[in-house]
């Protein structure tokens, strides 16, 4: 049996996002119940609503940074109980017998993980909604504990994107004590790239096309704050970064940090405009065996050891709550770089908007 959920989502890729109804499985014996109490906006969720990348299904339900109260466990649920508070991220299912998911990393499925929106469904191959919605019902596999205070739960919910996607390059490259990180971009991402890195003991600076966010950046964790379109601070960096990771969502010119990155250093692409970035130089790279690399969010395994060192480290994000009926004018706002530094909707004005 189907449950009707109230959600909130765009029916094409020109509408704004509006209220709807979708329908939720009943849970099954290995699924968990949750009800929504607050979702995160990720850039992603505004690249999926208008068809930037392609291959949107509609009506499309955006929302992949969620925080909730189980309120069912199907009979074989081991790790969860009735009134768990828990996250979910950006994945829902995953086939779990090949080998990236036997190795914990769900997100490299080579039969296609379930996105938590935009689907498909292991099995039905039905499309799936997000967090913008009242309820939701996962595989307990893919449900993560929440260790942190109860109190900064809303400012928890960004960990489960911005927060492994920026987490797990840090821990694949290194980061840590005598390492020179670089975080591309002060959004939702790099805010949390910037507080993740200087927890593992990196030397972290952050670029910015923004020079409002320079005293921001400092507060945050960073220890330089370079303001990427100026080319003396640009130079001052050359030669010396052991990891970049490039959070920014929209095409830019790569080999300026390029240029930046030492002998064998890496620049990792997180950010995915929905359209390319000019092909960097070739020279930029062979001049010293340089590696441009991309990394998609992370595992679950390693979103709840992300959620743990988070809540050791005394990391939440830096959120500005919303009502749910203030999405499209976020989202607005986020396309101008104006979101410090992530939006988070309090699901409970999902019931009382028109
Ligand atoms: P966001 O909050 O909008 O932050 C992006 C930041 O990029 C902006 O705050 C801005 O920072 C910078 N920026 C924006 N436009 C720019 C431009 N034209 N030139 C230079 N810098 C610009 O977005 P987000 O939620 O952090 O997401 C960032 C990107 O990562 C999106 O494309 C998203 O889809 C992608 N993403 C990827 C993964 C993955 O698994 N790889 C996961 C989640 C999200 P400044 O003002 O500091 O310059
Ligand atoms: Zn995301």
């Known amino acids: 049996m189907r449950t009707a959920t109230l959600a909130y989502g765009a029916t094409s890729s020109t509408a704004p996002l509006g209220p709807l109804t979708i329908e939720r499985r009943a849970p099954g014996d290995l699924d968990v119940a949750i009800d929504i109490l607050y979702c995160g906006v990720c850039h992603s969720d505004l690249h999926t609503a208008r068809g930037e990348w392609g291959g949107t299904q509609y ?6 940074e969620i925080v909730g109260r189980v309120t069912a466990t199907g009979a074989l649920v081991s790790k969860f109980q009735v009134g768990d508070l828990v996250g979910v991220g950006c994945m829902v299912d ?4 090949c080998q990236p998911c036997g190795d914990g990393l769900e997100q490299y499925c080579e039969n296609g993980f379930t996105g938590t929106y935009n689907g498909p469904e292991q099995g039905t191959g039905a499309n ?22 109860a109190g900064s739960l809303a400012a928890v919910a960004p960990l489960l994107c911005a927060g492994i996607t920026t987490y797990s390059p840090l821990r694949q490259w290194s980061a840590g004590p005598g390492k020179k990180v670089g975080i591309v971009g002060l959004g939702g991402l790099g805010h949390m790239g910037v507080k993740i890195a200087r927890a593992m003991g990196a030397h972290v600076v952050l670029f910015t096309t923004s020079a409002d966010k320079r005293d921001d950046a400092l507060r945050l964790g960073a220890h330089e704050v370079v303001v990427s379109k100026n080319a003396d601070e640009m130079a001052a960096h050359a030669n010396s970064f052991d990891l970049i ?5 929209a095409p ?6 390029l240029a930046l990155l030492t002998l064998d250093g890496t620049m990792t692409l997180v950010g995915a405009p929905g359209s390319p970035h000019p092909a960097p130089n070739v020279f930029s790279l062979i001049m010293k065996r340089r590696r441009l690399a991309g990394s998609l969010i992370g ?8 959620l743990d060192f988070c809540a050791q480290h005394g990391i939440v994000s830096d959120i ?23 939006f988070v909707i309090d699901m409970g004005t999902l019931q009382t908007t028109p």
């Open 59 to 64: 009506p499309s339900v955006p929302g992949h």
């Open 94 to 97: 995953s086939c779990q017998h």
């Open 128 to 149: 799936t909604f997000g967090g913008y919605s009242a309820q939701i019902v996962v595989r307990e596999n893919f449900v993560l504990k929440i260790t942190h205070d």
């Open 245 to 249: 990771v490039n959070t920014v969502a």
């Open 252 to 257: 830019h010119n790569l080999d300026a940090f």
């Open 299 to 306: 595992g679950i395994r390693e979103t709840q050891e992300m």
């Open 320 to 342: 500005e709550t919303i009502r749910m009926d203030e999405i499209n004018d976020a989202y607005e706002r986020m396309l101008k770089s104006d979101v410090r530094y992530r």
